[in-house]
């Protein structure tokens, strides 16, 4: 892969408005490529591995900024950076969750910029993807992570279906966790998903990691918060390092507890499938016990059942196991 | 060697004789795209404020700041290593808070304040106190991720004029440093802004 300094010629559009947005994204369509931060998109159009011909630029956009308390929870706008979101005295208090995962993401910087939607909506990180090689994903009729030589230390347990590349985000287990719900703009209006339909794996549809279409733009993000349910929640990332880089296993989970005992469990873990990975099982062992030690070991046991690892990433069903037997002794 | 024609002085005039190569030749610059769409788009004449100062320039709808800082601004105090958002080389301050200028659009911020390692010391030629305490700590080895440094620390002590040695640590940990002077780079950040060094603790 050759490198280079520069993208290629592109034009840019910055509309002010979510109409006028919405009309390029649908008029411009496959030809356009949606930019909040742009942390996701400059590689790829630096490296020449994806190509567009216009980026639309949506952080002028005022009614796509911002953190609000609504009716049953809170609101985020799509382009609100992942800084505000983390300092944010309004989710500290409701959602804590949420401001610990956005955090945790990258580096000062790049969350000084990064979007909340751009960090759902980003692409995988796999390199064989990234560096523009013809795999599965990319249109092509191979994948070269899951091949006797191919590196897949960082790459899928659950969910493969020829590609098995993985989810990155850090704040999406966080919002499936969250029972949150992701509001998409296009020609037709406005829709609104929950933030687990949101993320599509690679049997529904191997060329995206999201329902995305071209002409769709997230708008903004509800997460349901009240204030009188007794919450406990745990988040933590593991990666090789503690800056810049993706999760190799992350883990969002929140407990609803009522009288020491937990009523309702989202356990999510990213890092592990194409898409954020609910630990269904570990939810309904969960429910109706004490959070402690004796739980926590039986949970653990659940926790990566049915893994299906690849020739270098055993050690993340480990993983998924601590950081389970963790959140719950807390 | 003439005194007067430093390297740096040398390396700079390249660089303005070609920036005027380049804005004469842009003129010619012929939209390619379709042109059905104008709802939007930008205009390639955008006035930045850099340092105060504003400043009249040419940019491509792609340029990124770094770029536009360096080549067509002639300011090359910000410096580009990974060019990928990786490293921090570049690192400035937008509205006060510390982006990486390798990956900033340069239209994206034409209605911000931007603040460059140029724009640190005084009018007088006084160096910034950070500037100041990283000299006497000697923090810098090799120097050049010190631009970038010196910019996350001043976003630092802007928002939190005494920050915890952790916290330091936090605001600088988007900034690599190839020497490995970090403790040297908290040392300065500490001393600048008139705390002890709490040294002892470490990880993020």
């Known amino acids: 892969m050759s490198a280079f300094d520069v993208m290629s010629d592109t034009e840019l559009y910055q509309p002010v408005t979510v109409e006028d947005a919405v009309v390029l994204a649908s008029r411009l369509a496959e030809n356009a490529w949606l930019v909040a931060g742009g942390q996701d998109t400059y590689g790829w159009l630096k490296d020449r591995a994806k190509n567009t011909q216009a980026m639309i630029e949506l952080s002028r956009i005022p009614e796509l900024s911002g953190i609000k308390r609504s009716a049953s929870g809170i609101e985020i706008g799509a382009t609100t950076t992942l800084t505000e979101i983390a300092n944010s005295k309004l989710i500290q208090q409701l959602i804590p969750l949420l401001g610990e995962a956005a955090q945790h993401v990258a580096s000062p910087q790049i969350r000084n910029v990064g979007s909340i939607a751009g960090n759902i909506a980003q692409d995988t990180r796999c390199w064989y993807y990234r560096r523009g090689l013809s795999c599965y994903r990319a249109g092509g009729n191979l994948c070269y992570a899951d091949t006797p030589e191919g590196m897949n230390r960082e790459h899928c347990l659950f969910g493969a279906s020829r590609c098995v590349a993985v989810s990155p985000s850090d704040t999406a287990p966080a919002l499936v966790a969250l029972g949150a719900t992701i509001v998409i703009a296009d020609s037709s209006g406005n829709h609104t998903i929950a933030a687990e339909d949101f993320f599509v794996g690679p049997d529904i549809d191997i060329t995206r990691m999201n329902i995305l279409k071209p002409g769709q733009i997230i708008v903004s993000i509800h997460i349901p918060a009240d204030p009188e349910i007794n919450v406990r929640h745990y988040f933590e990332k593991v990666a090789d390092r503690n800056v810049w880089d993706f999760a190799l296993v992350n883990i969002a989970v929140s407990l609803e507890m009522q009288a020491g005992k937990i009523t309702k469990a989202r356990f999510v873990c990213a890092g592990v499938d194409c898409k954020p990975y609910r630990l269904k099982e570990v939810e309904r062992y969960c429910e109706n016990k004490a959070a402690g030690s004796e739980t926590a070991e039986g949970a653990a046991r659940l926790a990566a059942k049915g893994a299906v690892p690849l020739n270098h990433n055993h050690f993340k069903i480990a993983l998924m196991q601590n950081l389970v037997r963790r959140a719950l002794r807390g | ?204």
Not at chain 2, 13 to 37: C, K, P
Not at chain 2, 74 to 81: M, P, Q, V
Not at chain 2, 107 to 124: C, M, P
Request: aromatic share 4%.
């Open chain 2, 1 to 204: 060697m003439n005194a007067k024609l430093t390297r740096r002085r040398f390396i700079k005039g390249v660089i303005a004789s070609s920036v005027a190569a380049v804005s004469s030749g842009s003129a010619l610059y012929v939209n390619a795209a379709s042109g059905a769409v104008h709802l939007g788009i930008v205009e390639r004449l955008i006035t930045l404020t850099v340092n105060g100062r504003k400043r009249r320039v040419d940019v491509l709808p792609q340029e990124m700041l770094a770029d536009t800082l360096r080549k067509r601004l002639g300011l090359t105090g910000t410096k580009i290593s990974c060019n990928r958002g990786e490293c921090g080389a570049c690192t400035v301050l937008i509205d006060d808070l510390a982006y990486y200028a390798c990956s900033t659009l340069t239209h994206s911020v034409s209605a911000k304040n931007i603040r460059t390692v140029e724009g640190l010391q005084a009018a007088d030629g006084t160096l910034h106190p950070l500037q100041q305490a990283f000299i006497e700590e000697l923090s810098p080895q090799c120097g050049f991720c010190t631009p970038g440094q010196l910019m996350s620390a001043v976003a630092l002590l802007q928002s939190s004029p005494k920050p915890t040695r952790q916290e330091a640590r936090q605001a600088l940990s988007g900034n690599l440093c190839r020497c490995g002077a970090y403790e040297q780079y908290l040392n300065g950040v500490m001393r600048a802004s008139g705390q002890k060094r709490q040294t002892g603790k470490t990880g993020l």
